[in-house]
């Protein structure tokens, strides 16, 4: 039997594994320089003033929403076809997740949906940056101009992505990215917040500790929660900092041979890049339709007993769950988002996956009849 592939597997070497000694050793094991020292170095990677760093990438969409005065009976309007934190994090807040469909070929909000969703108590867009796809940039900040909306976007898989050569964290008004285990860049768990606006920046900070002004202690002007970053985490974010252009070009390269490869086959649909977009492919993922020889589920199961790891991102809209249902919501309401749930699997794309790798994966989905 081949080696196993994996969906998804992090880049650690010696590095990473130096680092968190090394603040071992210190003993300072809570927020500390380092967290600063990486706030510094992701602002300046996204082209941003201020980054903020925290627990993890829900934290920050809970921060953001928070920073922005987004309370209880206000609406945030994102996407159902999304990981469940970014839903969630509205509902941390006491606010409503009004669902707008996605476009199929990027698998992001679709703008032309947006303004009929808007009311008066819509607060925010929440746009997410699908699969590291960046969200209709044009379209959507529009629509927040013209109605006075902030937009906070969902970046969790999409560092180095990029809309007419800003990269993803200076699009919208504040952006929030994850450093979970399988994003990619990461140290295993983390967030981080970025934005321009100093005031939104000062709100984060207090959020994530407490209420607690920066700089004292024990000194509380507001509400606030635990959401800080440990030194040890953020120690092994800056060594991924260091190879990040690396670690997307080489997504890129695995995209681009399965581009050349799989197009043309029918009932396979690859992955888009709009023009003037910059993909950093967090997952490669194809729709399997009805002219494809093998249903999508029995494909993930050929897949599998070659021992190459396909995932489904993701199976099930998020207005499917029970706890959002409370909203209203029913099967039925997002078309295309259902769709993508029955048609989407991810194969593997990350650094790790060798050229052999590639071939071998290629081999199999060619030889599907
Ligand atoms: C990973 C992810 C998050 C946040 O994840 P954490 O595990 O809390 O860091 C939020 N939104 C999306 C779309 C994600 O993929």
């Given at each position: 039997m081949e080696p196993k592939i994996q969906i998804s597997k992090p880049v650690i070497g010696k590095a990473e594994i130096n680092a968190v000694v090394k603040i071992l050793e210190s003993?300072?094991?809570?927020?500390g320089p380092v967290v600063k020292e990486l706030e510094r170095q992701f602002a300046e990677y996204c082209g941003a003033k201020y980054a903020i760093a925290l627990s993890n990438g829900t934290a920050t969409l809970h921060t953001a929403l928070y920073a922005l005065g987004i309370e209880e009976g206000d609406e945030v309007i994102t996407t159902p076809?999304?990981?469940?934190a970014t839903a969630n994090s509205i509902m941390m807040q006491r606010a409503k997740p009004v669902f707008v469909d996605i476009e199929p070929d990027t698998f992001n909000i679709d703008p032309a949906l947006i303004e009929k969703k808007i009311t008066k108590k819509t607060k925010a867009i929440m746009p997410v940056d699908l699969f590291g796809h960046p969200y209709d940039v044009k379209a959507v900040n529009k629509i927040a101009k013209d109605h006075g909306l902030f937009t906070v976007e969902d970046a969790a898989q999409s560092i180095g992505a990029e809309y007419k050569g800003k990269r993803?964290?200076?699009?919208?008004d504040i952006a929030s990215f994850s450093l979970y285990?399988?994003?990619?860049?990461?140290?295993g768990v983390g967030g981080m917040l970025v934005t321009n606006n100093k005031k939104v920046m000062e709100k984060c900070k207090l959020f994530r500790h407490h209420g607690q002004k920066e700089?004292?202690?024990?000194?509380?002007i507001e509400f606030g929660y635990n959401y800080r970053m440990m030194d040890m985490i953020a120690a092994i974010a800056i060594e991924q900092m260091k190879k990040a252009e690396k670690l997307t070009k080489q997504r890129q390269d695995n995209a681009a041979r399965y581009d050349k490869a799989l197009?043309?086959?029918?009932?396979l649909i690859l992955p888009n890049v709009k023009p003037g977009y910059k993909h950093v492919y967090h997952q490669y993922t194809l729709r399997i339709t009805e002219?494809?020889?093998?249903s999508r589920d029995k494909f993930v199961a050929y897949m599998e007993k070659h021992n190459v790891q396909c995932k489904i991102?993701?199976?099930?809209?998020?207005?499917?769950f029970p706890h959002i249902q409370e909203y209203g919501y029913k099967p039925g309401d997002f078309p295309v988002s259902e769709q993508m749930s029955r048609e989407v699997v991810s194969i593997p794309v990350h650094p790790l996956v060798t050229k052999e790798g590639i071939r071998r994966i290629i081999k199999l989905i060619k030889a599907i009849k």
């Open positions: 003993g300072n094991l809570s927020q076809f999304t990981f469940v993803t964290g200076t699009l919208a285990a399988t994003k990619n860049l990461t140290a700089d004292t202690m024990y000194e509380y197009a043309g086959i029918p009932g002219e494809f020889p093998m991102y993701y199976p099930k809209p998020l207005h499917m």
